[in-house]
């Protein structure tokens, strides 16, 4: 019986090992395909784990060490090519370490040990590929660049903006609108994704004033099936650019350039596609700018694209844009579709500010008539750099490094200028910027502000540091209008059902039994909106580092995106019911009030009333009452169903001395709503 059992026990353990060795080979093949879908992080994690039980795997290691290079995972990279650098079984198998060592340490602005790292491979690997030897004598001499542009400092200064504006995914793409900073966050979660590991998708954002970001709301562009990005304004502020990126894979993506309008009401008008020659099938056409060029006499679109005809992958273009179209005068009337753009010439390529490696994202501050934009071609400390070029007449002058402090060994990249010419905004992964992984210290670019102090006087530059650039002036008749069909997504009875409108705890009208009120919807919500600070706070008190932040988010996403847009969504329905009404339609809609149960029923009975009362309001007075008539005549109805309060989730808080989750909790601040349980279309 003993030796049975030894044997049974013998061959489970024999089994578990197994099982443990199939599911090792299991997660090394699940990083191997995510590897070769460009989803380094991914392929990180997956490597990761298989070497926390098998550290000793010196190949698993280079897999390992190239994912984590790609990922910008730098400390990492550099620990997994030591390890195989000191193995000289692994170095003959791997000839690129060295190269790789040099490459994550230029990274890291380690420029002398990175010189050290290249010369130790050239000559150890005379036989090498031609390509990698060519290009690590060039990196020798960028950096021994490098080392001279560090020693150089900048009289800047550069602060993170923190975690009201940034957030462990990438932030990116700013652009100052009056007081209000517009940018792009790949935060947002696709909400057609099932499961925890949700894909992510980038959305513009706003922060008004200083304050924390937040999506725009009234309508501007959004879609959960591609990437909204990069807005450049017009003159005016009336007219915006921006693209719609659609991932070929985890890493890559493809951009095309749209157009939105702000009409005389300040809503967002559908938008349109650029046609060609702006977007090019099969090609990236991105990161749009609109500056006031003074040879053109009018504005430029500046952009950046793989498309034909330039140095090779990303490289700046700029095209004249119609001077006509962009003027407040042209605005479209509420309502109206976009039918006309303005003619568009063949984009020009800006070849002598180009390079073989990646140039993007162009700023052209009108002002001084100067580009800025970013490269990897260009000498600078490593990865991105931020340049500038002066435009002198028809010609710019040859690129320079904006320097330390803008740069960094890491991605530096979309600065732009406020119009004071001293203050603006740039997008880095430097150190100080949020990690998505923070044990790899990886990921991702944030939002920075910049501080300059006041210019000296700029002398005139040399003759020879002039290179031609021609900027050439086409005469207006050029110019033709294109009229194009846009997409155009007519609003539909059923986008309402169910539409939440939200309000803060005992409103409208505090500490009364009254059934009706003279406030609208409008003017409860905007005083709730100003308490989201508080909120916020209270809702937060106690809590630390991780949680705090979570709760923050929780406070803020609920404000930003729930809140603000149930209010944005009700203009919206004021306007389809208008629509509807002159066109000969009869409507109603159902509403239905909630409230959250900290109070007797019968009171909340009352509140509910009142709640729906200041829905009410709204329609009867939108637009100096231009719905009376039709609530006159039954042509337009509203109605009430019973009250809501009995179903509010058991989860909620009911206790008066727990306000943290009574009231400022987001799920009890969202029983206390009124819904458009339908809109009727008869």
Known sequence: MRLLSLI?????????QTLDAQSLRAYERAGDSAFEKKDYGAAVQYYGDVLSRHEDDLSL??????SARLYNSFPEAERSYQKIANSKKHRNRHPLV???LAEVKKNQGDYPTAIAYFEKFLSENPKADAGYLERAKTEIKTCQQAQTIAASPVQVEVKHLGKEINSPWYDFAPSIV???LFYSSYRFDKKTDKGKNKRKLSKVMIAAKGGRGREPGRGFPTTDTAHIAHTAFSPDGHYVFFTICKDLNVNDKRCELWMTVIDRRNRWLPPVKLPAPVNMPGYNTTQPNIGYDEVAQGPVLWFASDRPGGKGKLDIWRMPLDTNFFCACNLPL????ITYLPGFEEPENLAALNTAENEASPFFYAPQQKLYFSSEGLPGLGGYDIFYTQKDSAVFESPQNAGPGFNTSYNDLYFVLR??????????NRPGSFYLDEKNKACCNDLYTVTMPAPKTPEKPAPDTVVAVTVVQKSPETTKPVTIQPIVVEPKAEDFKGLPLYFDNDEPEKRTRKTATQLTYDETVQAYLERQHEYRERFVAGLKDNQADAAEQLVDDFFENEIRRGGDRLSLLCDFI???LQKGQSLEIVLKGYTSPRAESDYNLNLAKRRISSVHNVFAKFSDGVFQPFLLS???????????EAKAKVSISDKLHDERNSIYHPDAARERRVEIVEVVVH
């Open 178 to 180: 009056g007081d209000t």
């Open 334 to 337: 509420p309502g109206k579709k």
């Open 419 to 428: 119009n004071d010419g001293l203050s603006g905004y740039l997008s880095s």
């Open 8 to 16: 049974i026990t013998l061959l489970s353990l024999f089994r578990i």
């Open 578 to 580: 208008l629509s509807g």
């Open 61 to 66: 290691w280079w897999k390992y060490g190239e």
């Open 98 to 100: 060295d190269y790789r």
């Open 634 to 644: 039954g042509k337009l109805k509203i109605s009430e169903l019973s009250f809501g």
